[in-house]
């Protein structure tokens, strides 16, 4: 099997070429590993993008855990907004989307410490607080999210006492950066969806929940829409970024914040027959759904209702990603040496036999590490062969992603009744032929895969919509994608 084996999908227009005919937003697009700014130009007859500023989201651990340096991504935030004015001053509108579950607490304009990354261990202390007061099973029926430590509700139940006492608000991280650009409170619908703490069914905050938990009401901001507008850049915001042409004029507008809302929006679907797959540090696998499914049989599956835009349910869990990766490559490059990628997929498509298959989801691979020796202990506690060689580490990761794809996407089929007929992968994932393949070969399903930048472009053409440069539901929206990004074809294996 070649990992070269995909081809564009048929009637696809080109991608790239001159701007269309329309205005220009900015994305901010926060991802757990890196942050970048993005201008889109947006038009009736497509899209275009283009890299305005790229830079690393490093987390910090001090003496009390680990955390996002949110003050210097803010910073590169800043500095990215300042070149896309001055590469288009006359920006139409700002956007901010990142990963969903972790917050800043505030006091007044105060952060009370800057924010814990989702990987950091107390997490798991929280879990017995939360489910002490409110068992599983009722917290699933209100919110209809999956059982995740990282969780904002678990991470909640960690937080000491005195600080929730001190509080008067929690933002999670793109609520936080609008407020910063806006000085407006706003918790934006689709990843307020993600706290644990937003009923499924009202998509309002769950008053009765927030009180049984103990926390108070005060600390959540009013929802706002994607499509709506959270405030106008605040005049000293104005100044730093060059844009005091546009004081009081230049919105920033809410879309879907949590990063994979903004990329199914992207899939550049043609039918509803389809399922998706958000391929990144993490992998969010599932469907789209008009309604939440909270039964018993998808609450033992862990299965999770996470809101979308214009109202959709993404129904999907949470499955490991290439962070396996990545945290093996981060691995053996600590021993000086350089890994060159593209080599070593192209080694990992090239092995022949059978690698191991090992349970991507299993809590020994979340925290950061020497993911192949866990790899190996994996293989070693089951009973499965260890791989020697890198490529076969690299190849027993993809197989393994592949493997859990195809039973999480088998499981929401029968959980929802949808019709999966085509599997979209979007986001970093996308780029990595030989796990698209696989992901074909083990579903039995057609891929198409692309585009890479889903979350950008969902969050451009949110902006866009809202601020008049395009109209349409969001069949008309995938439309667009799909003309102006044509995904790569990949059929599985005869």
């Avoid at 029926?141 to 995740?148: E, I, V």
């Avoid at 999907?316 to 000086?336: A, C, I, P």
């Avoid at 350089?338 to 192209?346: E, N």
């Avoid at 083990?442 to 919509?465: C, D, H, S, Y």
Wanted: glycine share 10%.
């Amino acid at each position: 099997m070649s990992a070269e084996v995909g081809t564009p999908a048929r009637g696809a227009a080109p991608a790239g070429g001159a701007a269309p005919a329309g205005g220009v937003v900015a994305a901010i697009d926060l991802g757990a590993t890196s942050g970048r700014v993005m201008l889109g130009y947006v038009g009736p007859d497509g899209i275009r993008l283009e890299s305005v500023a790229r830079f690393p989201n490093t987390p910090v651990r001090t003496i009390d855990g680990l955390h996002w340096n949110i003050l210097e991504l803010y910073r590169n935030v800043i500095a990215g907004l300042a070149e896309a004015v001055r590469r288009e001053p006359g920006l139409a509108s700002i956007a901010v989307d990142s990963w969903a579950v972790d917050y800043a607490l505030l006091r007044g304009d105060r952060m009370l410490g800057n924010p814990f990354h989702y990987r950091d261990d107390r997490t798991a202390r929280g879990v017995d607080a939360i489910h002490g007061a409110v068992p599983f099973a009722e917290l699933y029926r209100a919110s209809g999210l999956q059982f995740l430590t990282i969780n904002t509700v678990y991470q909640l139940g960690a937080e000491p006492r005195d600080i929730l006492d001190q509080a008067d608000a929690l933002l999670l991280i793109p609520d936080l950066i609008g407020y910063w650009l806006t000085g407006e409170r706003r918790a934006e619908r689709t990843n307020a969806s993600t706290t644990g703490l937003l009923n499924v069914q009202t998509r309002e905050w769950d008053d009765a929940l927030i009180g049984r938990l103990g926390l108070s009401r005060e600390l959540f901001p009013a929802l706002i829409e994607p499509g709506e507008t959270v405030g106008r850049l605040l005049p000293a915001v104005t100044e730093e970024i060059g844009a005091a042409h546009l004081a009081s004029r230049l919105p920033v507008s809410a879309i879907g914040s949590h990063d994979t809302a903004s990329a199914v929006m992207a899939v550049p679907a043609v039918d509803d027959d389809f399922a998706y797959i958000s391929s990144g540090t993490w992998s969010l696998v599932g469907v789209e759904l008009e309604h939440p499914v909270v039964s018993d049989e998808s609450r033992a599956a862990n299965f999770t209702n996470e809101g979308g835009v214009d109202g959709r349910v993404r129904f999907l869990q949470n499955v490991s990603g290439l962070w396996l990766l990545s945290e093996s490559v981060r691995t053996w490059e600590r021993s000086g040496e350089v890994i060159d990628l593209p080599s070593l997929l192209a080694d990992a498509a090239a092995v022949v036999g059978p690698v191991a298959v090992f349970e991507v989801g299993d809590a020994r691979f979340v925290s950061p590490g020497d993911m192949p020796a866990r790899i190996a202990a994996w293989c070693s506690d089951h009973d499965q062969p260890t791989p020697t060689s890198r490529a076969e580490f690299v190849r027993s990761i993809l197989e393994s992603l592949a493997e859990a794809y195809s039973a999480s996407l088998a499981t929401a089929a029968e959980l929802s009744g949808k019709v999966i007929r085509t599997i979209h992968i979007v986001g970093g994932g996308s780029q990595n032929a030989l796990l698209c393949q696989l992901t074909a070969d083990r579903t039995g399903l057609p891929v198409l895969a692309g585009p890479v930048e889903a979350t950008a472009l969902g969050n451009v053409l949110m902006q866009a919509r809202a601020v008049g440069l395009v109209s349409g539901d969001l069949a008309a929206m995938r439309m667009l994608v799909a003309t102006s990004f044509p995904p790569m074809r990949y059929e599985p294996a005869a």
